[in-house]
């Protein structure tokens, strides 16, 4: 089946600086790919739609020059997180679906992101 | 997207079976059920998705009452390892469209 690898699994960084988080959909091609954050206890919640290509949609709420998004090709999506402070210490997660079926998203396993 | 409502948390025993009931009374006609697992830390991972019909694959089974307005999973065995976060979700096809998660219902599976 679809796989999609999310790497790093978890990162530890110094506030102010900036951490990639790179999500990789494996033998399938994913034009949509969306990003969405998860705080402890709480549920998904979607920050932004990458598109390959293009200019990526952000959520309201969600800032657009701190967490930077490049969907350079079919099967590559990244999540640049800059100037990171403990409130984003969060867990990552990428989703991506085959552009040939019209269901079955596939989730990465995640990134666990602790700013210290 | 439909909304939909679950109940926070559910208990079953090992080896029966685990009902996971779902609300969604505004669902449209054209919008599909999907539920997905969370095992604690670990990305969602699909289960089944069904529209009308009744579906049901190696993992569980999909049961949709005939006027849609709410759902069950089912896992017919419950082992250990199933004990998760599942969300119930309501959402148009098309490779565009985002999930939207509720709160999902915690299952946990007692020994």
């Given at each position: 089946g679809a796989v999609v690898s999310q790497h790093p699994s978890w990162v530890i960084c110094k506030s102010g600086t900036s951490v990639k988080i790179e999500c990789r959909s494996l033998d399938f091609q994913a034009t949509t790919m969306f990003w969405y954050r998860q705080f402890p206890k709480q549920s998904l919640m979607l920050m932004a739609t990458s598109n390959e290509g293009s200019k990526a949609t952000y959520e309201q709420g969600v800032e657009k020059d701190k967490f930077l998004i490049n969907?350079?090709?079919?099967?590559l999506s990244t999540l640049t997180v800059t100037?990171?402070?403990?409130?984003?210490?969060s867990f990552y997660i990428c989703s991506a679906r085959e552009d040939r079926r019209h269901y079955g998203y596939t989730f990465g396993s995640g990134t666990r992101l602790t700013v210290v | 997207d439909a909304k939909t409502t679950q109940p926070p948390s559910m208990d079953c025993a090992e080896g029966r079976a685990a009902n996971l009931p779902c609300n969604h009374?505004?669902?449209?006609?054209n919008e599909y059920v999907y539920w997905y697992r969370q095992i604690h830390s670990q990305g969602p991972q699909y289960i089944i998705h069904g529209l009308k019909n009744n579906e049901t694959n190696e993992m569980a089974s999909l049961i949709i009452t005939e006027d849609r307005k709410s759902s069950t999973l089912i896992l017919p065995h419950a082992t250990l390892r199933d004990t998760a976060v599942y969300y119930c979700i309501v959402s148009f096809s098309g490779s565009a469209r985002q999930l939207t998660f509720g709160s999902g219902t915690q299952l946990t599976v007692l020994p």
């Open positions: 969907h350079a090709s079919l099967t100037s990171a402070h403990p409130e984003d210490s | 009374s505004t669902i449209s006609g």
